[in-house]
């Protein structure tokens, strides 16, 4: 059962854009809201991290957007750059689990 | 200490054969997790220790599969008779205490096999 859902599944933005990417879940028991974001050949690793009784929360080029009533939230890379290409994962926190949505593959041309 | 640290990067296997990945974690970090993770998917959880105790295993997890973590520190993940639906990156994660979405998990660079 897929908790979950991020959209969309690949992303290609020009050098200086705006990436957005989209996840939504359906549990209401989720204590944070992170996205991971994973180079080939890497592990993820913790990119930024929102509570659910917040709705934005900015950290250099990144933004989360939370929407608690619609239960979505999503991931804004503003001025996106080359070096930005990767995997982003949104996922759902849940005591010591984190339940991932399925990534989303970006793409910065130049 | 540098991160979570990871043993073998990569490793091919005949079908039938056992393998047996190590993972050391952040030295202070009492939590330890596997996952594994396919192409173009989510990591998917696989086992969680809190110190030495291995406290959830996956459903999806068969009896070929098993875990250990001794003394709390390093861990092992062996795979049994290996099928070529195990060919996968196995990644090794660990956390302090608290909350894993404020926190995070580390992650390795992880294991990937191969079974042919």
């Known amino acids: 059962q897929q908790q979950v859902k991020q959209s969309p599944q690949s992303l290609i933005v020009q050098k200086g854009g705006i990436s957005i990417i989209n996840c939504a879940y359906e549990n209401t028991a989720f204590d944070y809201f992170p996205w991971y974001q994973q180079f080939p050949g890497k592990g993820p690793a913790l990119l930024i991290a929102i509570r659910p009784d917040v709705s934005e929360k900015k950290e250099g080029r990144f933004t989360i957007s939370f929407n608690k009533s619609a239960k979505q939230f999503s991931l804004h890379i503003m001025d996106s750059q080359p070096g930005d290409s990767a995997t982003y994962f949104c996922a759902a926190s849940r005591n010591y689990q984190l339940i991932w949505g399925a990534g989303t593959k970006l793409i910065i041309k130049p | 200490d540098t991160g979570v640290s990871q043993n073998p990067r990569h490793k091919i296997t005949k079908r039938g054969q056992n393998v047996t990945f190590r993972c050391d974690p952040i030295s202070e970090h009492n939590r330890l997790y596997w996952y594994r993770q396919t192409l173009g998917q989510g990591p998917e959880f696989l086992t969680y220790?809190?110190?030495?105790?291995?406290?959830?295993k996956s459903r999806l997890l068969s009896d070929r599969f098993s875990a250990e973590r001794p003394k709390g520190s390093f861990s092992t993940l062996e795979i049994q008779r290996t099928e070529q639906g195990d060919s996968a990156m196995y990644l090794c994660a660990s956390s302090p205490t608290g909350s894993i979405g404020l926190y995070g998990y580390t992650f390795g660079s992880g294991t990937r096999l191969t079974v042919v």
């Open positions: 220790f809190q110190n030495e105790a291995q406290l959830e």
